[in-house]
């Protein structure tokens, strides 16, 4: 009989989104490496805007706290103004790029085609995880579309990609109605929509890809408060922070929730 491996490490990732300058996002890596000297049970990642990219990771070596990027374009080079591309992502000291976050979606009319052909560059890559961000509006919710609207997000986002060796990809559900609202979902709603993403990439990729090369993360207005129902859910391989994640206090404590540490 074959045996499918679970990895049990936390993945917590802070999305700083739009809201630090250069100068404030130093000193908040500065803070975030002093307060996670000697964390070690999960996987701790930043992303803070381009601009501070390759300062904050001067910061945070020697620290285990990982750095990743909010955006990346599908093309390595060529006349693209204003993008940036996996390799310099790499170049920079990236291990981690979100993709398609619903705030993109929506304010920049991004689709689930463009998602797809920037996670294939990603992947391509071997040396950056894609963060995936999927998730359901208020008006899909209500009319109880949910599970289609996830696993159609996913078909159109991951079809077609191949999934190879060690490569991570980490699918990030964040219920858009959610998001910056200050109260997260139920945490029995995100393990029934973790369970339908699981059974979707066991559709897509297999049991055995799916274990040993995705995890499943959730996104969505996670506070100190609220993290510990969190905690226990099946199909729950860690979280995505925004607001949160700007006080390095408040992050650490969702990180040692989640973590039990």
């Known amino acids: 009989m074959e045996h499918y491996f679970m990895k049990t490490k936390k993945y917590i990732i802070a999305n700083w989104k739009m809201n630090l300058g250069l100068a404030q996002t130093v000193s908040l890596a500065k ?27 001067e910061i945070l070596k020697g620290s285990g706290i990982k750095l990743g990027a909010q955006n990346v374009f599908w093309e390595d080079k060529g006349a693209y103004t204003g993008e940036i591309s996996a390799d310099m992502l790499v170049e920079a ?31 391509e890559t071997e ?17 109880d579309r949910r599970d289609f609207v996830l ?41 029934y929509a973790h369970k339908i993403i699981k059974l979707a990439l066991n559709d897509l990729f297999g049991m055995r890809v799916n274990n040993k090369n995705f995890r499943i ?32 206090d408040e992050f650490y404590k969702i990180a040692k929730a989640i973590t039990k540490q």
């Open 31 to 57: 803070e975030f490496k002093k307060k996670f000297a000697g964390f070690n049970r999960g996987e701790v990642a930043v992303c803070p805007t381009v601009l501070a990219l390759t300062e904050t990771a």
């Open 93 to 123: 000291g990236c291990r981690y790029v979100i993709l398609g976050h619903s705030e993109r979606r929506k304010h920049l009319f991004e689709n689930y085609e463009e998602i797809h052909k920037k996670i294939r560059a990603v992947v």
């Open 127 to 143: 040396k950056l995880t894609p963060v995936v961000c999927i998730g359901e509006s208020l008006e899909e919710k209500k009319s």
């Open 151 to 191: 696993v159609d997000q996913l078909q159109q986002a991951l079809s077609g990609i191949d999934v190879f060796g060690e490569q991570e990809i980490i699918i990030a559900y964040e219920p858009i109605w959610a998001i910056g609202t200050g109260t997260a979902i139920e945490p029995a709603e995100a393990e």
């Open 217 to 248: 993360i959730y996104g969505g207005s996670i506070n100190p408060k609220n993290v510990k129902g969190f905690v226990n859910l099946e199909n729950m391989d860690g979280l995505l922070v925004g607001g949160a994640s700007l006080q390095a």
